[in-house]
């Protein structure tokens, strides 16, 4: 079996098993270190106990060199070990009360089989259990003293049945505590889980998507790491939403751009098919067929012009690359002029021009295209005897070249869609009802993509469209 799915999925089942793992280690080290020291404080309480017997046999009259069968067993504890080794016999007891119980063979020859070094040590012995002796060499003999272990080993064992006991205690109290403290510090993380899970269910591809779903503001503040992840959850939706709406704006305006091209092709192409029909009479006279085909004609670059228009906008929209080379744009204005003069003679055509020639670098017949649909609009929807100015400046954003008329200007809820495609101005405003729509935003469609911009600023009697174009 893998160690990975011996590992809880869940961060809670993680959680509160590190927890109980750490209390169950610390608890299994507490009780080591405490039993560790408990058995050497009593070890050395033992041996201390075993001097002071060794001792007190030592001091008795007769000393050691009697049988260690002494006559005054008094001052003696229960258990107390005493051998005398010598070369020609060896005898020891052990106090049990007011009598002593004599050593067997056995257990004289392991004690005489311990080092004589005074010092404390443990000794098996048959029969009696585990000792603690100290064996001294006293020259003519050998004096052992012990005493039992026995005291020692019981506080050492239910010490250690006490700490395991308290450290299952101390484990499972932790465990529920853990499951109880993990699960309400996790309750934000499952409240930002649940926005995600309901952003997740919200159909994206297509349509309007309306992110309603937002992280709780009490749990997005960036102190604390759920407050990180909430906010930044938060900011990526509001991402989410601004790219959804400028998603579902664009596929408005593809719908809406197809839905008018086809309006303004279907027109030129019904009246050509008009036109036909009536050509290919068999009553038709000469003259009614050339004035068919002259119509066909008109129709014919009305739809041409038309179509190149949406070709350059689609090109443009793809961001493919203009010409780049120097352009005299004072050359361009006055060109512009020239031609504006006559198509719309009953306007007044002004100029403001540098005395020096402007350059720019770009696409000239762009440019000029620019100019021309400005000019073309002002001339369009402004009434006659109106006063049209191109003037060129320099600026410290680049070079500027507005173009502004004194007419009726544009309509307040028109001037934030003038530039979008298809958006034919008032008609009681036009002269001649021509046009698709689609100059000012091929002009701004041309600007931008020499890196410039194309404004409009109108009230009536006042109305300037400022092209500016970086240096």
């Not at 990180?228 to 939706?237: C, D, F, H, K, M």
């Not at 939403?241 to 839905?259: G, K, M, N, Y």
């Not at 290919?280 to 119509?295: C, I, T």
């Not at 179509?307 to 010409?323: C, M, N």
Request: charged share 20%.
């Amino acid at each position: 079996m893998s160690v990975r799915r011996l590992v809880p999925a869940s961060m809670t089942a993680r959680l509160v098993a590190t927890v109980v793992l750490l209390v169950a280690l610390v608890g299994l080290l507490v009780s080591a270190l405490t039993t560790a020291v408990l058995r050497d404080h009593l070890a050395d309480q033992l041996d201390d106990d075993v001097r002071a017997a060794q001792r007190l046999v030592m001091g008795m009259p007769g000393g050691p060199g009697r049988d260690p069968r002494f006559d005054n067993p008094r001052g003696r504890g229960v258990g107390t070990l005493t051998a005398v080794i010598t070369s020609d016999g060896s005898a020891g007891a052990v106090q049990s009360g007011l009598t002593e119980t004599a050593l067997g063979p056995e257990a004289l020859r392991r004690l005489a089989s311990l080092p004589a070094n005074g010092r404390p040590q443990t000794s098996e012995i048959d029969d009696l259990g585990r000792y603690r002796v100290v064996v001294r060499d006293l020259g003519e003999a050998t004096l052992v003293s012990g005493l039992p272990t026995t005291r020692m080993d019981e506080t050492i064992n239910e010490l250690v049945g006490w700490s395991i006991g308290f450290t299952v205690l101390a484990v499972g109290v932790a465990g529920g505590l853990a499951v109880i403290v993990v699960r309400r510090q996790l309750r934000p993380l499952r409240a930002v889980a649940q926005t995600a899970h309901e952003v997740a269910g919200l159909q994206l591809s297509t349509g309007e998507v309306g992110l309603t779903a937002r992280v709780p503001d009490q749990l997005t503040d960036e102190r604390t790491e759920v407050g990180q992840v909430g906010s930044a959850l938060n900011t990526l939706l509001g991402h989410m939403e601004t790219s959804l709406d400028a998603r579902h704006r664009s596929e408005q305006q593809v719908r809406q751009f197809v839905a008018d091209a086809s309006h303004e092709l279907r027109t030129p192409l019904a009246t050509i098919q008009g036109y036909a029909e009536l050509g290919l009479r068999a009553d038709a006279a000469p003259d009614q067929v050339l004035l068919v085909l002259g119509k066909v004609q008109g129709e014919s670059h009305r739809m041409t012009a038309l179509v190149e228009d949406l070709l350059l906008l689609a090109r443009l929209d793809q961001g493919r690359p203009l010409a780049r080379e120097e352009v005299d744009l004072s050359r361009l204005a006055i060109e512009a002029v020239a031609d504006a003069r006559v198509v719309a003679p009953d306007h007044q055509w002004r100029m403001e021009l540098p005395e020096d020639a402007v350059e720019v670098t770009g696409d000239g017949p762009r440019l000029h295209q620019v100019l021309a649909n400005l000019l073309a609009n002002a001339s369009r929807h402004a009434p006659s005897g109106t006063t049209v100015t191109v003037a060129i400046s320099a600026a410290s954003d680049g070079t500027r070249v507005s173009v502004h008329d004194d007419g009726p200007g544009v309509p307040v809820d028109l001037q934030a869609h003038v530039f979008e495609r298809f958006t034919r101005g008032d008609a009681s405003r036009t002269r001649d009802s021509g046009g698709a729509g689609l100059g000012l935003s091929l002009a701004r469609a041309i600007a931008e993509a020499h890196g410039g911009t194309l404004t409009l600023e109108s009230v009536p009697g006042d109305t300037t469209f400022t092209l500016t174009l970086p240096s």
